[in-house]
């Protein structure tokens, strides 16, 4: 049986009309030249007024290299009691813009070739965000195409989860993986202030994200969850971690940063005092 169809828990994140604020984050962008063709990437889950944009402008790049028919969304863990990676197998996913279909068939394809690897949950991804800030987003710039669920819990099993999907699905199948992770979250309310307020620790801040986005430049699948876990710098290093090494295992030896910004770049106040980091990777 399928799942019913997931309601929004987190409304909040993009609110107004989806479809022109959409338009809004990629008028005028230009997809970079490289990578000629995207096989995973990274997006941000804030609210859309501080990383909507650079959400955005990786699933129109996805869109303008390969329009895929199914993307395979890699979300974070915000919540106690998903210890392994869990599906969303079936129904759909409803948004302001329409609902997104869950590629029933390949979930349920993928569920029973890992059976003691991957769960099979609705009832856990009812309130996380982190996949659901992305599905207007897809809804308005790939619209058509389906998604398959899966939220992935840091651990030492993230990057080999990401190897057994790029075993499972086949390189000429018209997919792509895209792991859900915002960055580094510095400041008192966050319990992470090394450098204090303002300049110092903007900069501490930013750097540390820089650390985060080298690795995924480097294609380091097996280095980013505990890169993580030492710096605080992505609360979705499972997915993370799943995405590069999906990517390395299909021959990617390179990640490109599409666009980094913070919380406080985009909504400054007079001293820097806390900031969340946002990257788009493309692999």
């Given at each position: 049986?399928?799942?019913?169809?997931?309601?929004?828990?987190?409304?909040?994140?993009?609110?107004?009309?989806?479809?022109?604020?959409?338009?809004?984050?990629?008028?005028?962008?230009?997809?970079?030249?490289?990578?000629?063709?995207?096989?995973?990437?990274?997006?941000?889950?804030?609210?859309?007024?501080?990383?909507?944009?650079?959400?955005?402008?990786?699933?129109?790049?996805?869109?303008?290299?390969?329009?895929?028919?199914?993307?395979?969304?890699?979300?974070?863990?915000?919540?106690?009691?998903?210890?392994?990676?869990?599906?969303?197998?079936?129904?759909?996913?409803?948004?302001?813009?329409?609902?997104?279909?869950?590629?029933?068939?390949?979930?349920?394809?993928?569920?029973?070739?890992?059976p003691d690897f991957?769960?099979?949950?609705?009832?856990?991804?009812?309130?996380?965000?982190?996949?659901?800030?992305?599905?207007?987003?897809?809804?308005?710039?790939?619209?058509?195409?389906?998604?398959?669920?899966?939220?992935?819990?840091?651990?030492?099993?993230?990057?080999?989860?990401?190897?057994?999907?790029?075993?499972?699905?086949?390189?000429d199948e018209p997919?792509?993986?895209?792991?859900?992770?915002?960055?580094?979250?510095?400041?008192?309310?966050?319990?992470?202030?090394?450098?204090?307020?303002?300049?110092?620790?903007?900069?501490?801040?930013?750097?540390?994200?820089?650390?985060?986005?080298?690795?995924?430049?480097?294609?380091?699948?097996?280095?980013?969850?505990?890169?993580?876990?030492?710096?605080?710098?992505?609360?979705?290093?499972?997915?993370?971690?799943?995405?590069?090494?999906?990517?390395?295992?299909?021959?990617?030896?390179?990640?490109?940063?599409?666009?980094?910004?913070?919380?406080?770049?985009?909504?400054?106040?007079?001293?820097?005092?806390?900031?969340?980091?946002?990257?788009?990777?493309?692999?």
């Open positions: 049986m399928s799942a019913p169809e997931r309601l929004p828990a987190a409304a909040a994140f993009y609110r107004g009309d989806v479809a022109s604020q959409a338009a809004r984050f990629v008028h005028g962008f230009t997809p970079p030249p490289e990578p000629a063709r995207v096989t995973a990437a990274a997006v941000p889950h804030a609210g859309w007024m501080f990383s909507g944009r650079v959400a955005a402008r990786v699933f129109e790049t996805i869109r303008a290299r390969n329009a895929p028919a199914t993307l395979v969304l890699l979300g974070a863990v915000h919540h106690w009691g998903v210890r392994r990676p869990t599906l969303y197998e079936g129904g759909a996913w409803r948004t302001p813009a329409g609902p997104v279909a869950v590629d029933a068939a390949r979930s349920a394809r993928l569920a029973a070739a890992l991957l769960a099979v949950d609705a009832v856990v991804h009812a309130e996380e965000h982190s996949l659901e800030v992305q599905c207007p987003l897809i809804r308005v710039l790939l619209p058509g195409t389906a998604i398959v669920p899966i939220l992935v819990p840091p651990g030492a099993h993230a990057a080999d989860f990401g190897a057994r999907l790029a075993a499972l699905i086949e390189p997919v792509v993986v895209v792991a859900s992770t915002d960055l580094t979250h510095y400041g008192a309310s966050y319990g992470l202030e090394p450098a204090g307020e303002g300049p110092d620790g903007q900069q501490w801040m930013e750097e540390n994200d820089r650390r985060m986005l080298d690795l995924c430049c480097a294609v380091d699948a097996d280095a980013i969850g505990p890169e993580a876990a030492h710096r605080s710098n992505a609360c979705g290093a499972g997915a993370l971690a799943a995405a590069a090494a999906f990517a390395r295992a299909r021959g990617v030896t390179r990640g490109h940063v599409l666009e980094y910004t913070t919380s406080y770049r985009e909504r400054p106040d007079p001293v820097f005092r806390m900031g969340v980091g946002y990257g788009g990777v493309l692999w």
